[in-house]
């Protein structure tokens, strides 16, 4: 047990390291072998204590999350080694995590699509009906923020209860950042002019990032956020957060209704291996 708690803490100081290395200025290529081996060995709790070592010695959530902001794609580069996400049954709260992501998702790519129309057309053709349908697109993706909230005041509350407080701080500057660039992007979308040249610009100078930085968000909850919430959660508190998310206002009305089992505490839920056997 000894060996591999040092283990543990082993791959977390070298994953600190390598970060910091990639944010003093190291070449990405330099450090994304490196980090693609330590990956291997490792697990989103790690990947999540590593961000709270660096605030615990010091540093500033702030620079914290641009150093995630720097090393991102490095991370998304080899994060896909992880393993697949345990599956869940219909209805427990990371099910309708996942549901919303998934709708998120199909709202992005429908927004690029209607950028790809504008390809071969020229730059003054009108476009008031693409335009139009880009509003549509931005105004669902102000849902966004009810998908925060609930990942903010319920999930992270219970995270906190267990020590664990710098990522859910990174995660909810992170979280900050995408909904001032989705109210830009909304605001911009409205104030659109009516020809093709606008609906690029627009893509440009706001939809483009603003797209990609909730991608990146999604990528972090479905890869990091909530396996290490599946390992460090019990079964009595994923049935209460499950009550407590149904008196929350859910993001898109078109996935279905929370059905996190009502069952007595402590009754089994067959969430994945870990939570069966604790």
């Not at 693409?130 to 966004?144: C, K």
Request: proline content about 5%; hydrophobic content about 40%.
């Amino acid at each position: 047990m000894s060996e591999l708690i040092d283990n543990r803490a082993h791959r977390i100081s070298v994953l600190k390291e390598i970060i910091q290395h990639l944010h003093a200025g190291a070449a990405p290529e330099l450090v994304k072998e490196q980090l693609r081996k330590i990956v291997g060995e490792t697990d989103a709790t790690e990947i999540m204590a590593m961000e709270q070592q660096l605030i615990a010695e010091g540093m500033p959530v702030e620079e914290v999350r641009s150093m995630c902001d720097l090393h991102s794609q490095v991370t998304r580069d080899v994060l896909v080694q992880l393993a697949p996400p345990p599956s869940i049954e219909p209805g427990h709260p990371l099910d309708t995590f996942r549901r919303e992501n998934a709708v998120l998702k199909e709202v992005i790519a429908g927004a690029r699509a209607i950028l790809a129309e504008t390809t071969d057309l020229a730059p003054t053709t009108d476009a008031k009906e693409i335009v139009f349908r880009l509003r549509q697109s931005a105004n669902d993706l102000m849902d966004l923020d009810k998908h925060y909230q609930r990942k903010e005041h319920a999930l992270f509350s219970c995270l906190e209860r267990h020590g664990i407080t710098g990522p859910s701080k990174v995660m909810w500057s992170k979280d900050d950042e995408a909904r001032d660039l989705l109210k830009k992007m909304n605001q911009a979308a409205h104030d659109c002019g009516s020809t093709v040249a606008d609906v690029k610009q627009f893509f440009a100078q706001h939809a483009k990032t603003a797209l990609s930085t909730i991608e990146e968000m999604i990528f972090k909850e479905e890869n990091i956020l909530f396996p290490m919430s599946l390992q460090t959660l019990t079964q009595n508190e994923w049935q209460r957060y499950g009550r407590r998310l149904r008196n929350m206002v859910g993001a898109w009305s078109s996935h279905r209704k929370d059905t996190f089992p009502r069952r007595p505490l402590g009754s089994p839920l067959a969430l994945c291996p870990k939570m069966e056997q604790s």
